[in-house]
């Protein structure tokens, strides 16, 4: 087994699609799955079948449709929910039930009136019911972000014992900092005796726009599943960026980890997940927003016109992108705007370049963007009414 191989765990047709105004048809989710399964991910959260009739039965027909990822399938720690997770899984060929409950104090006393003892009991019950039904088994200690560590790590242990196989320690709240979460997993591995049976999960939230720092975090540290979604839809502000993890881990190469992910399907998955789902992309949004490959003041496009990496640590085409943007306005010089007549079939050599930037600066300072139609105008070629 490769040990710095990092698995990665797709949670937009669970967590993702939780969010209001974002439920998908079946129809569309199996869509989305074999996206995902073409995008290389190793396990697709296909959904919480108890959850509704719509849920079950959408966990069933992608468990038919895709073939290679794990396709695994969310529940509460009671039977119920596990006989459910079962039965949806039924065609999969490869299943995983993800069964968990709260494991910090907070949630411990606030959400289930219980104790430490009795909490940590239903964990241990819940993963030996579930192994009854699959092999895999993986348990979320939910808000472990703002858990005890001894505490957590008790529970851990257990948990492996009973059978789980890999162990998700979620900052459902997006509470902790980078520093925080890093040091909570390497506290795992350093105090779970048994943790060498399981893989660590990662699954962050982003209500302090941490998610994926901490997510990283957590692979320096020995986590080595991460969970993430499409564009990092998700609760609230979201779950961590599937594309930021890829990008990241791929940039930096030299940490050594490695995912299956084939990047260059990113940009159309972030599109088809944004469309189907209603959600446009912020366009700042790192990998994936409008203005991530856009270049619009004239230092940076000069700078990038003479060597793309001045200004570009990616590559756009690394993630589907067939170039790079350099955007026109008043704020661009006199190499851009070359550029760009040049594309347009221009011989710049013969056309005063000074006397037709000054004229450019006219127009770019009327309008927000200057387009290839504008362009043409400037030349004496298109019709200006348009
Ligand atoms: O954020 C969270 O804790 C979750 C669990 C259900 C895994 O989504
Ligand atoms: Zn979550």
């Keep these: ?33 074999k996206e995902l399964e073409a995008l290389g991910v190793d396990v697709i959260e296909a959904g919480f079948p108890i959850s509704s009739p719509g849920d ?23 039977t119920a929910d596990i006989d459910a997770a079962a039965s949806a899984l039924e065609f999969a060929k490869r299943k995983r039930i993800h069964t968990g409950i709260g494991a910090s104090d907070m949630h ?28 895999d088994v993986e348990f979320y200690a939910e808000d472990a972000g703002r858990a005890d560590n001894a505490y957590l790590a ?14 998700n320690i979620p900052d459902t709240n997006g509470y902790c900092l980078p520093e925080q979460y890093g040091a909570k997993i390497k506290y795992l591995v350093d105090h779970v005796s048994n943790i060498d049976k399981a893989i660590i999960s990662v699954h ?12 990283i975090a957590g692979v320096i540290n020995g986590a080595r599943q991460v969970e993430c979604t499409i564009n990092g839809i ?30 260059k399907r ?14 446009p992309v912020q366009p700042n949004k790192a990998i994936v927003g409008r203005n991530a490959f856009a270049h619009s003041s004239g230092i940076h496009q000069d700078g ?68 290839d139609h504008d362009l043409l105008v400037l030349m004496g070629d298109g019709d200006a009414g348009h």
């Design 304 to 371: 990038v016109l003479k060597h793309r990496e001045n200004y570009e640590i990616l590559d756009p085409e690394d993630i589907g992108l067939s170039s790079n943007a350099i955007i026109l306005t008043a704020r661009s010089g006199r190499h851009a705007l070359k550029h760009h007549l040049e594309r347009l079939g221009y011989k710049i050599d013969k056309i005063n370049l000074d006397e037709v930037y000054a004229r450019f600066l006219e127009m770019a300072d009327s309008k927000k963007e200057i387009n």
């Design 1 to 33: 087994m490769d040990k710095n191989r990092v698995y990665v765990f797709d949670t937009t047709l669970r967590d993702g699609e939780q969010v209001p105004g974002c439920q998908l048809t079946t129809v569309e989710k199996i869509i989305v799955a």
């Design 154 to 167: 008790q529970m851990i242990e257990a948990v492996i014992a009973a059978g789980a196989t890999v162990v």
């Design 234 to 263: 998700g609760e609230r502000a979201g779950n961590t960026s599937l594309e930021e993890v890829a990008m990241i881990l791929k940039t930096h190469h030299a940490l050594g980890y490695n995912t299956g992910i084939n990047s």
């Design 266 to 279: 990113i940009y159309d998955i972030s599109n088809l997940v944004s469309n189907m789902m209603r959600m």
């Design 204 to 215: 962050c939230h982003n209500d302090l726009g941490l998610a994926t720092a901490n997510t």
């Design 56 to 78: 079950f039965q959408s966990v069933v027909e992608i468990s038919k449709a895709v073939s290679e990822p794990v396709i695994c399938a969310l529940t509460r720690a009671n």
């Design 108 to 135: 411990i006393k606030y959400k289930f009136n219980s104790t430490r003892e009795a909490i940590l009991e239903r964990a241990v019950s819940a993963v030996k019911y579930a192994r009854k039904f699959v092999d």
